[in-house]
């Protein structure tokens, strides 16, 4: 310890085994994150000695007993038996822990350690420092201005992640055995005690096995979920809203399933004469699968995630519905009143993809204005456009963003729709910082005090997306619509009449065969010219 009070760790002292765990060069082991790492272990170490190591979420919790729970003997799990003969465990006085009996043990098992046991098949170590400090001094950063969070953790196990991170046990490290034990280690900067750390954790697991649950049912493949039929189905559990209500990070929606209803029309799913004849002309004359299911909740103003395969008709889907509404508006709605339906789409390309199809379906109704505003024009060239005014605008969110702040022209206090193309994209690119901050601003310039437009989600995975960035977009009771079908019936080709092949062998196949015929009475080449007879 040297006068200052800072401890000095001489770096030889720390021995070949700290070198070798983290794999470090001799001339990393004297750089000074490494001497960081070296003086918070020794303060570690220190703090252990007072406190105690190894603290069990059940008090007394062992595989035994988690296997007495469930009914069947579960045996000691692979290198448990080991472990738990090095480990001593010790109680909050220091005293070792007296070995209870599996039948004593039985009634004091928390269904957070059966949790563990049933969904884990060895033993898993959350924690932030150890493994942010570990790849951190790999790349040689200095740790103390690094948040540590970038804790590490085996695949499939994000939604515990997730859990724990939204926890006052987001840097400490602890230990899920199989057997449904959970270890806490404790470090130099924890004040309180270990009772109540311990007791955060049977919730947090709880949640966790909550989470990992699937998170949808499979969608019906014909006709509405009607309430008598609802309520014969399980309840499924509301995973987001319960199990990771401590979370506001991953928080998300209770999303209700809608299949597809049976109607063979657009007419039938709610869709004005004009528009159905225009998409009629356009090659749009059964709706698909998605469209049927998702168009009649999008009429209804509803909130809707859509989800279906690649170019499965969902673009369309909520294209139509806006555009039936705006052109049936009583009053028509002019340009001038600004911007009623905002899409926006992760890149360039879906926004184009996009502009055109909704170019298409604005052909008939002249008095609705489309654009598109991705980066690629001038920006005043963009301003110039959202002064004369764009009634559906199709936008990037960066783009979107920056309108949104610095152009006063642009009116979005009558908007009705925001939709939000390909989310599941645009969740895992950097935009996803940028929308918390676009859903305020579009709040704020709203001429009515609470949120009012309809919000559409649209997605291609089945696995719903991390919702934390769309958090502040408060969802109202979203319907899932999505279907199972192939995206276009397929081809039946048992129904089709085998060609007569009689038939076909008689006439020639094509005008290529005619020369074939020509040459049949000719001796191959090879035989040479026939000779004349002497
Ligand atoms: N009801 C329909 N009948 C015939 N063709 C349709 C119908 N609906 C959509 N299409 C066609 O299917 C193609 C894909 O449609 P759309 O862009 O809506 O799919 P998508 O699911 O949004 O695609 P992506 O996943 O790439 O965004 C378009 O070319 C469109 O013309």
Known sequence: MSESGDIELNVSTAGPNFRKSYGLSRSKKHSKTFKKQSQLKQLRRENRANKPKILNAAGSTTQAAAGALKGYDLGPAPGEQQKSAKRQKVTSEGQPAKESTAAEQAGTVPPAAQAAAVFQKKPVVFGGEAKALAELIDEGEDFEEEPLEAMEVEEGMTDILAAVQASQLRDRQ???HPSGQVDVDYHSSDEDDGEGVAGAIPPLLKAARQARLPRMRPAQPVG????EH???????????????AQSNAAKGPKLQPHGPSESKSFRDLGVCQSLADHLAEHGLRVPR???????????SAEDLVIQNLEASGKTYSYLIAIINQLQGAETRISREAGTHAIILAPSVS?????EAALQILLKRYFWLVGGAMHGSEARNKEKARLRRGVTVLVCTPGRLLDHLQHTEAFRTADLRWLVLDDVDQMLETDACHQLGQIFELLRDRSKRPSQHWQNILVMRK????DWSALATLKLDNPVLATCREPKEPRPDFRSKPLPDMNKARAQPKSSTDEPKKKLAGRRPLWQGKKRGKP
């Not at 609802?230 to 990771?244: I, M, V």
């Not at 879906?350 to 996009?354: E, F, L, Q, R, T």
């Open 224 to 227: 509405h979920l009607d309430d």
């Open 462 to 465: 089945r696995k719903l997306p």
């Open 350 to 354: 879906v926004c184009s993809k996009v």
């Open 174 to 176: 602890f230990t899920v």
């Open 230 to 244: 609802q309520q014969q189905q399980p309840q499924h559990p509301a995973t987001y809203k319960e199990g990771l």
């Open 289 to 299: 699968q998605i469209q049927r299911a998702s168009i009649p909740t999008l009429l």
